[in-house]
């Protein structure tokens, strides 16, 4: 994805994540339950939505953040259902989901920062705007994170037992820390970047859940569905995006 689509990091940034990580939390069990796909039979549709958003966006002369957010948003959407499957479906339990998903993101993460295709030029543009480079290995470390914070918003709210409203509590501290690490310390690395993003998405889970589920405010998902997406809208929209910082 051009470095010009790509919003930097930032207290607007992490905003809509946060809010975008609800809302696909919701979508994704839209999917499989409102649309009756099950937590597999989606997947397919929505990795054509992906290629169709990344090709768009290759394609596309317009600069605009719109198509990030559509694949931040199809990614989330399939990361609730992948989680879903492999600890509800295949059965593999909450412990070894989480082990077998951070192990993946540790090897995508790690090949990535040490391919020997990396150019000074694309190290100097992700420097400038705090997100790794956007490329097929970026897509699948959100993936695979977004799969990871699904699994970890559901241990805790489920087997720690800290239920969705208190889970999406104790992880949204857990981001707040984070992120004022990342900010005050200046840990922009990658590793700390995902460290946020499989946090947010662990929160989001549970933020999800307990917005749409009756022990929680009980919305439902069609309600819970469409005011996250909305309120997502609103924030990107009202919150106006800072130019992008100029290069060396």
Known sequence: MRLANVPATGPRYWTALCIASV???NMGDFVSRILNLGHYLGLAPLAVILV???IA??????TTELFYWLAIV?????????????THDFKLGFELSMGFLAAILVVIV???D???WRREKDETATRAVGVPLTNGFYWAAMLTAGTLGTVMGDYVADIVGLGNGGSAAA???AVAVILALRSLAGLTTAPFYWLAVVAIRAAGTSGGDFIAGRHGLALGLDISTA???AVLVAALLLWRRQPAPALA
């Open 23 to 25: 809302f696909g939390a």
């Open 52 to 54: 169709v958003i990344l």
């Open 57 to 62: 966006e290759s394609r596309s002369k317009w």
């Open 74 to 86: 199809t990614l989330r959407t399939a990361a609730t259902n992948l989680g879903d499957l492999l």
């Open 110 to 112: 790690a090949t990535e």
């Open 114 to 116: 040490l391919s020997p």
């Open 171 to 173: 992880l949204s501290v």
């Open 227 to 229: 005011v996250t997406g």
